[in-house]
């Protein structure tokens, strides 16, 4: 009833050609139509809502804390066999600072308090000694610069001495160990490399990015450049100009070569530059479909969807040579409908015996997948459910193209070709002729014959052994994954066209997280506290905390081997250094003289407010009637770190504070800890997905071969080497050394996709066959030489064109190649392989079992 079915199908495609191009043109038409609304633009992974003490703390911070707004940026300036605190040195820093104000276009980007380095304590402290006046007062840049200017370097090294002098506290809030890297010997007069912090307006809309100001760190960094024999900028505007530019290098490197391969293999696989059009116009409208999908259903792109294009392109190839090779063993007369080959038949006869040898296949393909991913729309996570509408829309879409669309452009086009131009359209089918590809499919199906076992026990075990690899993988977010790295050195014999720039990003970025204190998000996470704040025992544990931090910890350490920490007792200190009334306060209560209240804790608040409330809220929130609500710790953290090695450190500093102290709770929150609970839940989240993937194209296949073949161990057989093949992805993930994080599990989804798609495909060719064969032996060769030849071509093409992602200069591109290359090239061998083993012992148990002849 089904191969009628099929049969119907096609013949009305073959019969309707021209009005079914029309059709699908119209529809594809109003579908692409959608890609001219707007959409909803991009959604980052912290658009993701998770449920959980840390992002609820993380909400609670940004609606009672202010201060964090705006753009951070660092300078690092560096000698590392010389010294950056010398005279010329640091006047070359303020001269930077002055070239910068100068500049209409950069001054407007920035915000208070501008720029600040150690230059400009140093210069402070010079002015200070110039006009007697207090040294916490900020003079202006000339002032600055005209003060060291009439010093020489030996009055520069004494001012030096005083500034950086341990004991002293006559600069107050400026703590010049902050613009120090970790390895600064306290009070010494010379340091290798010295920090200037950035400080930008945010003056760009709701989700969109302050492009001035990241446009401003890319030409501060140039400045920089040329002032400095080494010297850098790092802030999130390097970091995507970097990006960019990499992501563009390494197109114009990889295109040529992926578009060489695509159109080599496509070559040798089809034979005919025709078909290769058609394949890519059918990709066309795919795309197409895709991207107006995307509009009609105001999907925001994430990183998520970046796995669905790629999916769909590879599902395309596929479909196309499945679509071509059965009409090309049609028109040749080797594909037989009743067990014995056929004369030559015309292109529509053939179009209909080929298209309906393979339809059935290419349904069960699209709907097993489609609804698979669709599974997902169940997903807490709005970009798992965006993920599993797209992918299920991409997937009809890729249906439509190359079941519908294809078939009938290709019987028009060939048909003019031959009555028209009076050119053959005869091609053989590859695999299926003699040559190379036919006699190694030949003999992979006779040692599947032969030694069935042998192959599913070697599957296995390298799938165990895979498994076993998975359970030690790196799971972990990190954001040093992300920057792009500097080309090999083979791409200096490229023509000057195609030659890279030089990317130093990631050893910058290295460099300035393992020795300064950073800051932003990225450079710090935060402890929320609440509770019975008033209580002295409170302040005095927050300030034992830090004493006993390891090296090891990712939590920064200042030069004098104290966690880099800001909260209320370091800002009691500094607002204490510089005022007097307050100090005084302060004095009053406290007993012990370590700078901390020990009684009237809320009184001493209630004054640090009205004494300097900018630096108060920064650690204080307060309700309307003036009573303290919580407090936060400011942690600087290695950046260069994971996100998960980061959270897993704030939240022991956060049980610690929470244990040395009753009456309060400490959560560990802020952007990089939030990103690791988000990162987290998502890869739980992929993982479900996956496992509920599996199941519902399990139920689908069991449903569909009983109902054609009246089997219930065919899907399970057909389904085992997707999973065999996921399997040996992991082990090799975990070899490789490449995280199986939110980012890789997506795309591995592509295992699944494709793998679903070559298993089906062979295990219906074999099912068919078997059902026209008398001989095991002759239907397993058809199946291998018949499908297995253009799965290979498929695999090939596809793996050719994502591969090559592995030469990037970017990363996440890089990771995208391999895995996805490793992902289809697995998902091949295991179906060509190991599949026909599986079969082979499926058949001989049914003899066994008196259920087959």
Do not use: C
Not at 609 to 634: I, K
Not at 809 to 814: E, T, V
């Amino acid at each position: 009833m089904a191969g009628q079915r099929s049969r119907w199908y096609a013949e009305q495609i073959a019969t309707h050609s021209k009005l079914v191009i029309v059709a699908v043109l119209v529809l594809t038409a109003v579908v692409a139509a959608g890609t001219a609304f707007e959409g909803a633009g991009e959604q980052d992974i912290g658009g993701f809502g998770v449920d959980s003490e840390e992002t609820d703390a993380q909400d609670f911070v940004r609606e009672n804390y202010g201060g964090d707004e705006g753009v951070a940026a660092q300078l690092v300036v560096r000698n590392e066999s010389g010294d950056v605190l010398t005279r010329d040195s640091l006047l070359d820093g303020l001269y930077l600072q002055q070239e910068i104000r100068e500049n209409e276009t950069l001054n407007a980007t920035l915000a208070a308090p501008g720029v600040i380095g150690i230059e400009n304590i140093v210069a402070t402290a010079a002015v200070a000694e110039d006009t007697r006046g207090p040294p916490t007062s900020q003079p202006s840049l000339s002032a600055q610069i005209d003060a060291l200017e009439s010093r020489d370097d030996a009055a520069v090294e004494q001012l030096l001495a005083t500034v950086l002098d341990p004991e002293s506290n006559a600069l107050g809030q400026q703590d010049p160990y902050k613009f120090l890297p970790r390895s600064y010997e306290p009070g010494s007069t010379d340091a290798s490399a010295r920090l200037t912090f950035i400080a930008q307006a945010d003056n760009s809309g709701e989700d969109e990015n302050p492009q001035a100001a990241y446009d401003a760190q890319v030409a501060i960094d140039r400045l920089a450049a040329d002032r400095f024999d080494d010297a850098f900028v790092f802030g999130q505007g390097i970091q995507d100009d970097a990006s960019s530019r990499a992501t563009g290098d390494s197109f114009a490197i990889i295109t040529p070569f992926a578009l060489v391969l695509i159109v080599l293999v496509l070559g040798i696989t089809y034979r005919d530059l025709l078909d290769i059009l058609l394949a890519f116009v059918g990709i066309g409208v795919v795309l197409a479909w895709l991207a107006g999908l995307m509009g009609w259903l105001a999907i925001p792109m994430n990183v998520i969807l970046i796995a669905v294009p790629f999916l769909l392109i590879g599902l395309s190839i596929d479909y196309a040579l499945h679509v071509v090779m059965r009409y090309r063993e049609a028109r040749e007369g080797t594909l037989d409908e009743n067990g014995e080959e056929t004369q030559e038949r015309s292109i529509r006869t053939a179009m209909a015996v080929g298209l309906g040898s393979v339809v059935l296949a290419l349904v069960a393909a699209t709907v097993s997948t489609a609804v698979g991913f669709l599974s997902n729309v169940v997903s807490p996570l709005p970009a798992i459910q965006d993920f599993a509408v797209l992918s299920a829309g991409g997937i009809l879409a890729t249906f439509v193209a190359f079941g519908v669309f294809l078939p009938a452009l290709k019987i028009e086009v060939d048909g003019f070709v031959e009555n028209r131009l009076g050119r053959s359209r005869r091609k053989p089918a590859f695999g299926v002729e003699s040559g190379w590809a036919n006699a190694a499919l030949e003999r992979l199906a006779v040692l599947t014959t032969r030694a069935p076992v042998a192959i599913v026990v070697v599957a296995l075990l390298l799938a165990s052994a895979g498994a076993y690899g998975a359970t030690g993988i790196d799971t972990e977010f990190n954001q040093a994954d992300f920057l792009p790295q500097d080309a090999p050195d083979w791409t200096e014999y490229l023509p000057g066209g195609l030659a890279p720039d030089t990317y130093t990003i990631a050893e910058d970025f290295d460099y300035l997280s393992n020795n300064f204190q950073l800051r932003g998000d990225g450079g710090q996470s935060q402890i929320l506290i609440r509770g019975n704040l008033s209580d002295p025992a409170v302040l005095r544990t927050l300030d034992g905390a830090g004493e006993d931090v390891e090296s090891s910890s990712s939590v920064q350490l200042r030069p004098d081997g104290q966690a880099a920490v800001d909260g209320p007792h370091t800002v009691i200190r500094d607002v204490t250094a510089d005022n007097e009334t307050f100090a005084a306060l302060v004095a009053g209560n406290d007993s012990d003289g370590d700078g901390l209240p020990d009684s009237n804790v809320s009184a001493v608040y209630s004054a640090l407010f009205a004494t300097d409330q900018q630096a108060a809220s920064q650690v204080l929130s307060r309700a309307d009637n003036g009573t303290v609500t919580s407090a936060r710790l400011l942690i600087s953290v290695r950046s260069s770190e994971s996100a998960q090695t980061i959270a897993t450190d704030t939240r022991a500093y956060a049980d610690q504070v929470e244990a040395d102290s009753t009456g309060i709770s400490a959560v560990a929150t802020g952007g990089t800890v939030t990103t690791a609970v988000i990162q987290d839940a998502l890869l739980e989240t992929l993982v479900e997905a996956f496992a509920v993937t599996l199941v519902v194209i399990l139920l689908f296949l069991t449903a569909l071969f009983w109902a054609r073949y009246r089997s219930l161990s065919l899907g399970a057989v057909v389904l085992f080497p997707v999973v065999v093949s996921l399997a040996w992805l992991l082990g090799a993930m975990s070899l490789l050394g490449i995280a199986f994080n939110s980012e890789t599990a997506v795309i591995t989804s592509l295992a699944i996709g494709l793998g679903v798609d070559y298993s089906i495909h062979a295990g219906e060719r074999f099912v068919d066959e078997r059902e026209k064969r008398d001989r095991l032996t002759t239907a397993v060769r058809r199946m291998v030489t018949g499908t297995g030849g253009t799965l290979l071509a498929s695999a090939a093409t596809t793996a050719a064109a994502f591969g090559v992602l592995a030469f990037a200069l970017s990363p996440p591109l890089q990771r995208f190649g391999i895995v996805t290359g490793m992902a289809i090239l697995f998902a091949f061998v295991a179906v060509v392989v190991m599949l026909p083993g599986l079969l082979v012992l499926r058949e001989r148990a049914l003899v066994r079992w008196g259920l087959r002849d």
